[in-house]
């Protein structure tokens, strides 16, 4: 069997999948960094594309949709009735003549001119979440179920309205005599096509951070790295600073190896996947951990433990984000030094 050494004990490997030396236990690279967080990215890219194609097509929709009728009576080209969602209508009666008029009744009409205006703003709304997604705000996901509510319920507000008015006032059904067309069914359809968007979304967002976080914090990282090989500084504090970004490459990866199993976390496959590694990388961390590091790098190595026996995958990804942003003070502390 082929043995591999530790290159800094020369100690034998027996297995070239091991992560960590038995004796000095020093990281052994085998495999790219980060390759989990890769592909977790590449994910998000698409839930969030896909999200955002859905939301704008649902937002298109809903707006032309706007601009026909709500409700249709057409009687074999001898008598027709157009109503629009905001009060508008258009009568035709054969050897008569074209009525245009709004409204008259002012219930109805405010029925209409306040459903028209939530209808609006849905639709605004919509197009927002399109925006936000495409700027990868986690937040988008909001307003994609915003717009998918607004939609539904002002278009249910106003059939009810306008049926329940004609029923308390004039003893008759109002959709029996107008019956719903595309101004109505087309807000449903653009509901319909925000629903799976907001979905997805809000999928993508869950897992987010520490993902952003974590590319700049590895940019940092690289930084810091340059800087203290190339600056001038006592042997000692060279090798304090050093030891102290070692620290934190643990973590990076730690919280890297992490992102990657909590997503592959579900309720059948609980106990076969194996954290074991990531957990690793977090003991490594505490043993190099200097004495201002010490208390958090425990805090840390115990939410990796909660993390291990976590189910829910957002309460995981939120004992994630506390490592992280640890990891982001300690890189702020190095920076300290040389402002």
């Known amino acids: ?117 939530f209808v609006v703003l849905g639709n605004i709304i919509a197009i927002l979440g399109v925006v936000n997604l495409l700027r990868k705000k986690d937040y988008a996901y909001m307003l994609a179920g915003a717009g998918a509510v607004m939609l539904t319920g002002s278009t249910l507000f106003y059939l009810i309205s306008f049926e329940v008015y004609s029923w308390i006032f004039m003893g008759d059904t109002f959709w029996g005599l107008l019956y719903p067309w595309f101004g109505v069914y087309g807000q449903f359809i653009a509901a319909a096509l925000m629903l799976p968007a907001f979905l997805l979304a809000k999928k993508a967002s869950q897992y987010s951070d520490p993902l952003e976080k974590e590319d700049h914090q590895e940019k940092m990282y690289k930084m810091l790295k340059s800087i203290i090989e190339t600056k001038y500084l006592p042997e000692s504090e060279k090798n304090r600073l050093k030891n102290e970004l070692e620290v934190i490459s643990l973590r990076l990866k730690g919280v890297a190896d992490l992102q990657g199993k909590i997503m592959e976390l579900t309720t059948e496959n609980q106990g076969r996947v194996n954290l074991d590694e990531p957990l690793r990388y977090f003991q490594q961390a505490l043993e190099l951990s200097s004495s201002s590091q010490q208390n958090i790098s425990k805090v840390d190595l115990q939410l990796v433990e909660q993390i291990i026996e976590e189910k829910d995958k957002i309460k995981a990804l939120r004992y994630l984000k506390e490592i992280s942003y640890h990891t982001t003070v300690f890189l702020g502390e190095i920076v300290k030094i040389f402002n």
């Not at 992560?19 to 960094?33: D, M, Q, Y």
């Not at 298109?60 to 209508?89: K, R, Y």
């Open 1 to 117: 069997m082929d043995l591999k050494f530790c290159p800094e004990c020369g100690t034998p490997l027996k297995s070239e999948d091991m992560k960590f030396c038995p004796n000095c236990r020093t990281l052994i690279e085998t495999e790219p960094k980060y390759q989990s967080n890769t592909n977790i990215k590449a994910k998000k890219r698409v839930w969030q594309t896909s999200s955002s194609i859905l939301l704008l097509m649902g937002s298109v929709i809903g707006i032309l949709t706007f601009f026909t009728p709500t409700g249709s009576f057409h009687f074999a080209g001898l008598l027709s009735w157009d109503m629009w969602m905001f009060g508008f209508n258009i009568f035709f009666e054969a050897g008569v003549g074209t009525d245009i008029f709004w409204i008259g009744n002012r219930y109805l009409l405010t029925f209409s001119i306040m459903t028209t205006i």
